[in-house]
């Protein structure tokens, strides 16, 4: 990785840096987000969004209010709305990668955005995709990719 690049972040990963359940998971979520915050490069959209919020209150039990004040200073990282040619690209992976729509979703939003790297352990580890490449953040530090 070089310097500018960005890292489109799943949900996955944003609920993990508050799930105590899992230290492991949490301190290794916890290590990308920050350098993503450090560099400018964290990426990510509404959806991403609406799925944190739902899932960190709903199965996480966070406080409303805690969860609403995640969301508002991820929104800092400009999330991308949910446009037709998302839409569009997301059914071209569906058709070519067997991708189910949510997670086509995510793959088109982070193509969008221009990401180079898309964070998610919902996605094969090292496989690219067009000209995004998926990273498994439990695999690794953002050290481990240079980030």
């Not at 609920?15 to 990510?44: C, M, N, Q, V």
């Not at 990282?77 to 189910?100: H, K, Y």
């Not at 088109?108 to 998610?120: I, K, M």
């Amino acid at each position: 990785m070089s310097a500018g690049d960005r890292c489109f972040v799943d949900s996955n990963v944003l609920l993990y840096s508050i799930d105590g359940r899992d230290a492991d998971k949490r301190e290794r979520a916890l290590a990308w987000i920050e350098r993503l915050w450090i560099t400018g490069a964290g990426r990510l959209s509404w959806q991403v969004l609406h799925e944190f919020y739902w899932n960190s209150v709903g199965k996480l039990k966070l406080p409303k209010d805690v969860a609403r004040e995640l969301v508002q200073d991820l929104s800092h990282w400009r999330p991308v709305e949910t446009v037709l040619p998302i839409v569009e690209s997301a059914w071209q992976w569906m058709d070519s990668t067997q991708l189910a729509y949510w997670d086509a979703l995510i793959l088109a939003s982070a193509a969008y955005t221009g990401a180079r790297f898309l964070l998610s352990e919902d996605f094969q580890h090292g496989r690219h995709y067009g000209n995004v490449a998926v990273i498994n953040p439990f695999r690794g530090t953002p050290d481990d990719f240079q980030i």
